[in-house]
């Protein structure tokens, strides 16, 4: 049965109103050997420009935790990446909570160095987790990140699919036309706390 496609923005500001579950200093931590795996640039010229151009930082490529460290300053290339168009990316939430949205940052076409940002995701949907040997998890939600947005988008979830999770899924469907990688700068989750 496929899923109905979910599509409910709500103001950039609302994500900075609400408490992100997934953020590593509340607690948030990633589920690394349920995620996809990072990218690597295949040839030395490749890493190169990947890592030293892009990757500035001296503590090396972004690795999975880079998605919920809560970085605000959106830099071009400082983003965790895994191969192709479709990967996913398990995050233990910092306290068991009802999900009402979700967060997704990726730098705007203004500050792309190409004006483009075809390895920003596309379609993805979210899955709620009650443990890990959970083997895909309870749908939450299908929504899609709008290319010609701001570079903070919130999505709200169906009311029906407020229910408590421990653990949140996201899964990346496609990207917006880059056919080695996708680039995840932060994932948020909001939502309420289980009482």
């Given at each position: 049965m496929k899923k109905?496609?979910?599509?409910?923005?709500?103001?950039?500001?609302?994500?900075?109103n609400m408490s992100d579950y997934a953020l590593e200093s509340n607690g948030g931590s990633v589920m690394q050997k349920h995620s996809s795996?990072?990218?690597?640039?295949?040839?030395?010229?490749?890493?190169?420009?990947?890592?030293?151009i892009f990757w500035t930082d001296l503590r090396g490529p972004p690795s999975h935790r880079t998605v919920i460290q809560g970085n605000t300053d959106l830099r071009p290339g400082y983003c965790w990446a895994f191969a192709?168009?479709?990967?996913?990316?398990?995050?233990?939430?910092?306290h068991p909570v009802s999900v009402t949205h979700v967060t997704?940052?990726?730098?705007?076409?203004?500050?792309?160095?190409t004006g483009q940002i075809s390895?920003?995701?596309?379609?993805?949907a979210v899955f709620g987790m009650?443990?890990?040997d959970e083997a895909e998890g309870t749908?939450?939600?299908?929504?899609?990140?709008?290319?010609?947005?701001?570079?903070?988008?919130?999505f709200q979830l169906p009311e029906s699919a407020?229910?408590?999770?421990?653990?949140?899924?996201?899964?990346?469907?496609?990207?917006?036309?880059?056919?080695?990688?996708?680039?995840?700068?932060r994932f948020r989750v909001h939502g309420t706390l289980s009482q």
């Open positions: 109905e496609q979910q599509r409910v923005d709500t103001p950039p500001a609302a994500a900075h795996k990072t990218y690597r640039a295949p040839s030395p010229y490749q890493s190169y420009l990947f890592y030293n192709g168009g479709r990967g996913h990316l398990v995050v233990s939430l910092s997704l940052d990726h730098i705007s076409k203004t500050v792309s160095p390895e920003a995701p596309k379609n993805f009650s443990s890990l749908w939450l939600g299908s929504f899609q990140y709008n290319q010609d947005g701001g570079a903070i988008q919130t407020k229910r408590v999770f421990k653990f949140v899924k996201l899964v990346v469907e496609s990207n917006w036309g880059h056919e080695v990688y996708t680039c995840l700068y």
